[in-house]
T-cell receptor, first 115, second 113 residues
Framework: GESVGLHLPTLSVQEGDNSIINCAYS??????FIWYKQESGKGPQFIID?????DKRQGQRVTVLLNKTVKHLSLQIAATQPGDSAVYFC??????????????FGKGTTLSVSS | DAMVIQNPRYQVTQFGKPVTLSCSQT?????MYWYQQKSSQAPKLLFH???????NEADTPDNFQSRRPNTSFCFLDIRSPGLGDAAMYLC????????????FGDGTRLSIL
């Protein structure tokens, strides 16, 4: 079945370091992936997305890499700041449901940034 | 400015007492979604509306219902809440279904007494 998972439940980094959060997905037919950031008591906040016809996309301080060969997705955060501390979810657009709208979320990685 | 607004932020209800959670959006998006998120878990889609068309996920219990009276508003009704329904309920929107981001509200945390 379809599933999206993350390699590590927690990641601790120092302020200023670069962070890499990884995600593995199982459905090779998935064509769209998103990263969300969720702070305590808030809803998921969109960070960046990527379509399957790309292997890299950059935003402000963030880069998403997609390796379709090994079904792996990663989020790189440059110069990590304390405000980046949150739970990060990757999500995959599910295939085969009624309208193709379901986002299947991975389990989440908690990023802790220390000063 | 909040674009997906959920009310209330916290809701307490009694076991078996019907409860309604509300979501409104200022984005004029066609699709509205309801997710359930339990502690330390990922959000799980319950159902969504594409315009007026309701789409239920196969494993969503019958206890959960939804209404969308107009483009801006969507409601989640839990007919007989059980202790296992205590969770954060998240509303999200997208302009259309498919390959685009969903925009989430900050959720309603539901507690069951």
């Amino acid at each position: 079945g379809e599933s999206v998972g993350l390699h590590l439940p927690t990641l601790s980094v120092q302020e200023g370091d670069n962070s890499i959060i990884n995600c593995a997905y199982s459905n090779s037919a998935s064509d769209y992936f998103i990263w969300y950031k969720q702070e305590s008591g808030k809803g998921p906040q969109f960070i960046i997305d990527i379509r399957s016809n790309m292997d890299k996309r950059q935003g402000q301080r963030v880069t998403v890499l997609l390796n379709k060969t090994v079904k792996h997705l990663s989020l790189q955060i440059a110069a990590t700041q304390p405000g980046d501390s949150a739970v990060y979810f990757c999500a995959e657009r599910g295939m085969g449901n009624q309208a193709g709208t379901a986002l299947i979320f991975g389990k989440g990685t908690t990023l802790s940034v220390s000063s | 400015d909040a674009m997906v607004i959920q009310n209330p932020r916290y809701q307490v209800t009694q076991f078996g007492k019907p409860v309604t959670l509300s979501c409104s959006q200022t984005l004029n998006h066609n699709v509205m979604y309801w997710y359930q998120q339990k502690s330390s878990q990922a959000p799980k889609l319950l159902f969504h509306y594409y315009d007026k068309d309701f789409n239920n996920e196969a494993d969503t219990p019958d206890n959960f219902q939804s209404r969308r009276p107009n483009t801006s508003f969507c409601f989640l009704d839990i007919r007989s809440p059980g202790l296992g329904d205590a969770a954060m309920y998240l509303c999200a929107t997208s302009r259309d279904p498919g390959n685009q981001p969903q925009h989430f509200g900050d959720g309603t945390r539901l507690s069951i007494l």
